[in-house]
C-alpha cells in the first residue's frame, strides 16, 4: 500500500472504476444491439455500486484506502 | 476481426490495468498472490467443471470462444482475478475498509459477495446471448434465457471463498515467493469448496422444486 507521500495519480487511482464502466457500456451496448438489454439485470445492480463509489470519492475528506 | 475475439482481447488488456493498479497501490507481493492466485484458479477450476461429466455443470461453446487452454477459454485465467479485483476494490472504498489491514474486512468481504451477484447480472445477461456456456442440467430456478439462478450464489461464493483464503495466506509468516506459492496451491482447496458451496444452493432449490 502506498504512502501519502508515494500516492498515485488520479488515473491510477481510478482503474477499476474505468474498468468497470469499459465492460458495463460493452456488456449492455452489445446487448442492445441483440435486443437482448435488461434494464434491471444490466445496468442497476452494477450501477448502484459505480454510483455508491462516486459518491464516497467524492464525498471523502481524506480519500484513504485503496487506489 | 471478430466481435467476440476482440472482447477477449479488451478483457486482458483490461486486467493488466488491474494488475497495474494493484502493484501501485497494494504491493507486489498482494498482486502476485492475487492474479497468480486468481490465473490458477481459473485455468484448473474451468477444466475441471468442463471436463468432469460427474459434476454435471456446463461446458464452454467452442463456437464462440477463440483462445482456449484445454477445455477452459484463456479468458477464465483472468476472468475470476478481475472480478474479484473489482468487487474488493469497490467495496473497500464504499465501507472505508481494507482487507489486507484488517480494517471492517468482515464487511468489505460481505459487500464484495454483494458486487459478485450484481456482476453476475451483468455478465449472465450477456453470456446468455451468444451463449458462452452450454449447461449440462436443467434447473429448476432460471433467469436470462435458460441460465441458473445459481449464478448469482456461485459468484458470491467465489469472493467469499477466494478472499477469505487470501486473506489467511497473506497473514502467513512466510517469505513473499512461499506465500505466493501457497495461495496458488490452495485452488485445490478452493475448488472443492466453491463446488459445495454450489451443490448446496442446487440441493435447496431442487428441494423447493
Redesign the interface.
Given at each position: 500500500m502506498n504512502s501519502g507521500n508515494n500516492r498515485p495519480n488520479f488515473f491510477i487511482r481510478e482503474i477499476p472504476l474505468i474498468v468497470l464502466l469499459v465492460f458495463w457500456v460493452i456488456y449492455a451496448g452489445i446487448e442492445i444491439i441483440r435486443d437482448r438489454f435488461d434494464l434491471l439485470t444490466s445496468v442497476i445492480p452494477t450501477g448502484l455500486f459505480i454510483i455508491a463509489y462516486i459518491v464516497v470519492r467524492l464525498t471523502s475528506k481524506e480519500q484513504k484506502g485503496q487506489g | 476481426m471478430d466481435?467476440f475475439l476482440a472482447?477477449e482481447l479488451?478483457?486482458l488488456a483490461?486486467t493488466g490495468?488491474?494488475i497495474?493498479?494493484s502493484a501501485?497501490?497494494?504491493?507486489v507481493t498482494f498482486t502476485w498472490m492475487f492474479f497468480l492466485g486468481g490465473a490458477f484458479l481459473g485455468l484448473v477450476r474451468e477444466n475441471v467443471v468442463a471436463q468432469v461429466a460427474a459434476l454435471n455443470l456446463y461446458s464452454y461453446n467452442p463456437a464462440t470462444f477463440h483462445l482456449w487452454i484445454g477445455a477452459a477459454p484463456l479468458i477464465l485465467m483472468v476472468f475470476w482475478s478481475?472480478t474479484i479485483?473489482?468487487a474488493?476494490?469497490?467495496s473497500?472504498?464504499?465501507v472505508?475498509?481494507?482487507l489486507?489491514?484488517g480494517k471492517r474486512k468482515v464487511r468489505v468481504i460481505l459487500l464484495a459477495m454483494v458486487?459478485m451477484?450484481?456482476?453476475a447480472?451483468?455478465?449472465e445477461?450477456?453470456a446468455?446471448?451468444y451463449p458462452l456456456v452450454l449447461w449440462k442440467f436443467k434447473p429448476t430456478l432460471t433467469?436470462?434465457?435458460g441460465t441458473p439462478a445459481m449464478v448469482l450464489w456461485g459468484y458470491a461464493g467465489m469472493a467469499l471463498i477466494f478472499l477469505t483464503t487470501l486473506l489467511l495466506v497473506y497473514k502467513l509468516r512466510i517469505r513473499t515467493i512461499y506465500r505466493v506459492m501457497v495461495f496458488c496451491a490452495s485452488v485445490v482447496v478452493m475448488i472443492p469448496l466453491h463446488l459445495l458451496w454450489i451443490a448446496i444452493f442446487r440441493l435447496a432449490t431442487s428441494a423447493i422444486g
Open positions: - | 466481435t472482447l479488451i478483457a483490461l490495468l488491474l497495474w493498479h501501485r497501490t497494494r504491493g478481475y479485483y473489482l474488493l476494490t469497490f473497500e472504498v464504499i472505508g475498509g481494507n489486507i489491514g458486487f451477484a450484481s456482476y447480472c451483468l455478465n445477461a450477456f446468455s446471448i433467469i436470462w434465457g
